[in-house]
């Protein structure tokens, strides 16, 4: 088997476990489709989005370092710094989320600003900005620089079959969840569908931030 085969087989196999293995690639999009009341269609084509924006992001990133000729170790601390940054977005954004949520569910609608802003608008926004910043750890160090070193038409396959395995196993992730949540009747803690939502946000973060996952 050549190099280049035994490069694709990996972009494969990392792009599948490291997608499957982090819960922030699909938990979000589930909790949002049950606290927004979204179809399937419109969660998995908001996914479909948001993980092209966290590939590309990366993929972007290791081109610019492969055409300048950038130390290996350079990127890995920037990609490093992404992943951090992504982490302690998710945690903030969850947590402020979460006490959105809690606020709606308890008080009086008869309370509430009519003209106030609905955070639960912008969440889709932010939720995308935050994929983009996030890092595909393994791309850059583990597939693109090796795959660059054996020719051109490697490198684009081997990032072509890491973005496709990645996109296509959170799409995949996100239906089956998806699927198996709508069946799920909250009743009376459906007015804490956004908490719900911002918790499990948070939650990724956490994990991501603490647990390394």
């Known amino acids: 088997m050549s190099d ?3 490069l694709y087989a990996t972009a494969a196999s990392i792009g ?10 699909y938990l979000p ?5 049950k606290a927004r009341r979204w179809s399937l269609g ?5 996914t479909f989005f948001c993980g092209l924006g966290h590939v590309f992001s990366s993929v972007i990133l290791g081109v610019i370092g492969i055409y300048f000729g950038m130390v290996l170790l350079r990127l890995e601390l920037f990609e490093a710094f992404r992943g951090d940054m992504a982490a302690w977005a998710l945690l903030v954004f969850g947590f402020m989320y979460f006490v959105w949520g809690i606020r709606r569910a308890i008080v009086p609608k008869d309370h509430k600003h009519v003209h106030a802003q609905n955070p639960a608008g912008i969440t889709p ?3 995308f900005i935050i994929f983009v910043l996030g890092p595909c750890e393994p791309l850059i160090p583990v597939l693109m620089y090796p795959a660059a070193k054996i020719n051109l038409m490697g490198l684009v396959g081997v990032t072509l079959v890491f973005c496709t395995v990645t996109i296509a ?3 995949s ?3 089956l969840l998806g699927c198996g949540v709508r069946m799920v009747v909250l009743h009376p803690f459906e007015k804490y569908s956004h908490a719900l939502a911002g918790f499990a946000i ?3 973060g956490f994990l991501i931030k603490f647990a390394g996952i």
């Open 125 to 127: 926004w932010v939720l």
């Open 42 to 46: 419109k969660t998995l084509s908001f």
């Open 173 to 175: 992730a996100v239906a």
């Open 16 to 25: 599948f476990f490291h997608t499957i293995l982090g819960v922030d690639h």
């Open 169 to 171: 196993t959170m799409v």
């Open 4 to 6: 280049l085969s035994v």
């Open 29 to 33: 999009f589930v909790a949002l489709q």
């Open 202 to 204: 948070f939650a990724c």
